[in-house]
């Protein structure tokens, strides 16, 4: 039985886990300790699940450090929103408890600094993302040239003019039930971006060596091409279910029928089609600051998400959010590692600061 502690417990991801545990799974993980930034629900959550130890309270890396040392996790499933998450996976790194990835700020951020303490402490950095979860796996015992990584598109893969579109519209996914930050992240591609720079951060593959594709129906969840030519892919329906239990239990663990699978002889089609980046700026911004070094990386996520907060706010258009991320782009970042979290955490500080006066 492995002693899991969940960061940020009642997000989307946090819930689907919890949720695949009363659903039976209960019998292979204990609940060692449940983290939510402010949730009246977390109590509940801990007598149900009889979590031992609560953590409710801000991204502080000592705090959660000691929470982490209380806890005694075999893993960590980091569930956080945003930026918020790297102090958490800089500390669980440091622990040396293998984390299972969900907040992919972590590592767009983090970099060489938080893959090197994790390498140098002994901790695996297992992703959750369903994309980087297949890649992950297609990747063992193989050798690929090229990472492909779908997208479902988002509300808008049909619209062609997104100056009048509303936050009600942006948060009408048509597959995937989320956060309102991630749900608009996924309206401009700016998931996508994150989702590109993440993967070429885990897997050591330069930015021409990735590439997207939009495949509404999200069951293609990403793919890789050997040199030989072909093409291997991970299809599942859409469900964050089997990605965040194979991250946490290991794939042969004995769990069965985590999801629902594909009926072949009913029938289904699958299309792909390209991105335009007239269309997704966001994407080609997150190509260019993965081009341009670490600290575009880092400035392009903390000026994401200050300007979807401006955007749910009300303070900015959507096409704003892409515009504001362009004009903080342009001023100079280091493109080299930072060696600190402190280090990291100043760059985002300037950045986010930076989005805000524009919005």
């Not at 859409?238 to 594909?262: C, F, K, R, Y």
């Amino acid at each position: 039985m492995k002693r899991l502690l969940i960061l940020g417990a009642t997000g989307s991801i946090g819930t689907t886990c919890l949720s695949a545990l009363r659903n039976g799974l209960a019998d292979d993980i204990r609940i060692a300790g449940l983290t939510a930034l402010s949730s009246p629900a977390l109590p509940s959550l801990a007598e149900e699940f009889d979590a031992p130890f609560l953590y409710a309270g801000g991204s502080d890396m000592s705090a959660i450090r000691e929470f982490i040392r209380k806890t005694e996790p075999d893993i960590i499933l980091n569930a956080i929103a945003g930026k918020d998450g790297l102090p958490a996976s800089a500390a669980a790194a440091e622990e040396g408890v293998d984390i299972a990835m969900a907040n992919k700020e972590s590592v767009v951020m983090g970099g060489r600094f938080l893959l090197s303490s994790a390498e140098r402490h002994g901790a695996r950095i297992i992703p959750v993302d369903s994309e980087h979860s297949a890649i992950y796996h297609l990747l063992k015992g193989r050798k690929a040239r090229r990472l492909i990584i779908t997208a479902s598109g988002g509300p808008f893969r049909e619209r062609e003019d997104t100056s009048s579109a509303t936050l009600e519209e942006a948060l009408q996914h048509p597959t995937w039930k989320m956060g309102k930050k991630i749900t608009i992240d996924s309206a401009t591609l700016a998931n996508k971006g994150l989702e590109v720079m993440e993967a070429s951060l885990l897997f050591s593959f330069p930015p021409s060596s990735i590439d997207v594709t939009i495949h509404k129906e999200s069951i293609v969840h990403s793919m890789i091409e050997t040199d030989e030519g072909a093409v291997y892919a991970m299809m599942s329906p859409p469900d964050m279910t089997h990605p965040v239990l194979t991250a946490i239990m290991g794939e042969g663990s004995g769990m069965h029928d985590l999801v629902s699978p594909l009926s072949f002889s009913s029938g289904f089609s699958l299309t792909f089609s390209g991105w335009d980046a007239g269309r997704f700026p966001m994407l080609a911004l997150a190509y260019e600051a993965l081009r341009n070094g670490a600290g575009y990386r880092i400035a392009y996520t903390a000026a994401d998400e200050a300007a979807v907060n401006a955007f749910i706010e009300g303070k900015i258009t959507f096409n704003g959010i892409a515009e504001t991320v362009k004009a903080v782009l342009e001023d100079d970042y280091p493109s080299a590692e930072p060696q600190s979290l402190e280090e990291i955490l100043s760059i985002a500080e300037k950045a986010g600061e930076r989005a805000e006066t524009l919005c």
